[in-house]
């Protein structure tokens, strides 16, 4: 039975390093994107399992005031799983956000239920022991991470996490036969029973019995695991939003007003990013997905939601993923940079006077009549 009061025990295992202490000026909004260390090789080694792999995992959940910057985590969970998928250890704690718990509807943790539990500043060591030297697992990883990473900022300090995985991205990865990529739609494909939906504990646990047979799927089939980068995030805030101001869906697109500039054609490697190209991006982003959309169009770029032939490029750090938009780039010939490349292009945005002609510039190509990007 699940208790909303106290950890669940760990089985014994060597403490690996705790997250460690920062002074602020030490942390700093990365301007590029580091690449995951090392060449994966999923290639079926001695005992038919890849080398590439990692040595371990973390999958984690977390329940949360909300979904914006100043939001804060109420509960976190966290199995250990061994190279394998095999279940080490599990941990569970609650906490107090210091504000409203949000939407207690949804996740079940009150004001009252919250108001005993530790500040995260003395769970953080504890909590970066069960993270430190694996691979972070999540369902929909960014927010998670993001939301870890913004608490570890918080406290001076950095998550001790170098890699994670989402459990999405790899469904995909996987091509399963999904209706949705729900976190009960899959458990319900791998037979798993989810018991307390939006309890931090029991997510954690439907996750980690439906990612091992995933793992091992992907395996024996020879399928390179989606592992993206976490780098430390900075941007937050410390004063909540008015009573009431929980957001009760996942991030929509943002309303911002039209572009001013026309749309110059597509961008071609090696040449510069001019104000009024059309920029979609698709994939978990190191980089909150907002904040980069947010520098993009202050930079004078056009946000697109899909891809169409009159987008100018595709930002994603996975171009093999099996997305729609990752699709239409390849049918319609949209170039696509990673993460990395493109936030350095957003140093020097030039302006509209470079219209095609001059290098690095493409005339679009022209759309079918109907609904564009």
């Not at 106290?6 to 990365?30: E, F, R």
């Not at 993001?146 to 001790?160: D, F, G, K, L, V």
């Not at 904040?291 to 993009?296: C, G, I, P, T, V």
Request: charged share 25%; proline share 10%; glycine share 8%.
């Amino acid at each position: 039975m699940l208790d909303d009061h106290q950890p669940a025990g760990p089985v014994p295992a060597a403490s690996p390093p705790a997250a460690s202490p920062v002074s602020p000026s030490a942390v700093a909004l990365p301007s590029a994107v580091p690449a995951v260390p090392g060449q994966q090789d999923a290639r079926p080694a001695a005992g038919g399992w890849p080398s590439g792999y990692p040595s371990g995992y973390a999958v984690v959940d977390v329940e949360t005031t909300g979904l914006r910057r100043d939001d804060r985590i109420v509960s976190a969970a966290v199995y250990r799983l061994d190279a394998r998928g095999r279940v080490e250890d599990h941990w569970y704690t609650l906490v107090n956000p210091q504000r409203d718990p949000g939407p207690s509807w949804l996740h079940g943790l009150t004001s009252e239920m919250l108001a005993g539990a530790p500040l995260f500043t003395e769970i953080a060591e504890e909590f970066g022991e069960r993270l430190a030297g694996r691979v972070l697992v999540a369902h929909n990883a960014v927010f998670d991470w993001t939301m870890i990473a913004r608490e570890y900022a918080r406290s001076r300090r950095r998550a001790p996490v170098r890699q994670r995985l989402c459990t999405i991205a790899l469904a995909k990865e996987l091509s399963l036969p999904l209706a949705n990529y729900k976190l009960e739609t899959l458990a319900a494909y791998y037979g798993v029973v989810q018991r307390r939906a939006h309890h931090a504990l029991d997510d954690a646990r439907v996750l980690a019995e439906a990612f091992r047979p995933a793992l091992v799927r992907a395996a024996r089939g020879g399928v390179r695991l989606p592992l993206l980068a976490c780098l430390p995030i900075t941007e937050w805030s410390d004063t909540p939003g008015p009573q009431g101001s929980w957001r009760p869906s996942w991030r929509r697109s943002k309303r911002r007003d039209p572009c001013p500039y026309p749309n110059p054609g597509r961008y071609v490697p090696g040449g510069p990013l001019v104000r009024g190209m059309r920029v979609a991006f698709s994939g978990d982003t190191s980089v909150d997905r907002e904040l980069l959309e947010d520098q993009a169009y202050e930079s004078g770029l056009h946000i697109a939601q899909s891809v169409s032939r009159r987008t100018s490029l595709l930002v994603t750090n996975d171009p093999e993923a099996a997305t729609s938009k990752v699709r239409n780039a390849r049918e319609y010939g949209i170039p696509v940079l990673d993460e990395a490349a493109f936030t350095q292009l957003l140093r020097e945005v030039a302006p509209p006077e470079a219209m095609p002609g001059r290098p690095g510039l493409q005339a679009p190509q022209e759309a079918p009549r109907g609904r564009g990007c």
